[in-house]
Structure formats: C-alpha cells, structure tokens
C-alpha cells in the first residue's frame, strides 16, 4: 500500500508495530507485518522505527546510548544485508522493535534510580 505521505504512514505502522510488540501480541505483529509486502513500505516503517530508536537512545545515560548506537549500526548491517528481500525485511523490523522495547527498560531502569 502507498500512500501519499509513505513516511507518515510508515511512522504510523511502526507505532502500531511497537504498540502490538509491548502488549505481546505476536499475532497482531506478524499481521502487520504480512501486510506490507512492498520493499518500500518495510523500508519507511523502518525509518519510523530508526528515528524512534535514535530519540530515545539519546534520553539513556552515556555508556548505554553507546552500547544503543552500536546495536543500531548492527541493525543496519542486517537491513543492508536483507534488502531485497521482504521477509528478511521484517525480522529487521520486529528486531528493530525489539530494541526499542530495550531501550525503553533501560531508560525505566534509569528513571528508578534515587
């Protein structure tokens, strides 16, 4: 599906992909994901999910955005490596969710401390 503004919808999936993923619904994220059959539209929720990732982890004490920012550049490799290949694509992407998953309990983890 293209729309006209592919970076607004792709931000819009890839909230509704880390919605279903901090809920626990694999099968609403294997839904979403089975949607999106178009290299483009995985890429764009990608962006979403990159831009969400790097905000976030800018938020998380030094020591820890570095470690992020290591893991994002491996989440590169593995998007660079998948390219042309949508399933490949998406296990980028639930990956890519994941990690935000992580930063947000790391920064839960942060925000706890006296």
Excluded: C, H, N
Excluded at 31 to 48: I, N, P, S
Excluded at 61 to 68: D, K
């Amino acid at each position: 599906m293209t729309t006209q503004d592919p970076a607004a919808e792709g931000r819009r999936r890839a909230e509704a992909l880390l919605a279903s993923l901090s809920d626990g619904e694999d099968d609403a994220v294997d839904a979403l994901l089975a949607g999106l059959t178009e290299v483009r539209d995985l890429v764009y929720v990608g962006a979403g999910l990159t831009a969400i990732a790097r905000a976030e982890g800018r938020a998380l004490p030094t020591a820890q955005r570095a470690q992020a920012s290591t893991r994002q550049l491996k989440l590169g490799q593995l998007r660079d490596a998948s390219r042309d290949d949508p399933e490949a694509l998406r296990t980028w992407l639930r990956r890519g969710g994941e990690e935000i998953l992580f930063i947000r309990s790391l920064q839960a983890a942060v925000d706890r401390l006296p």
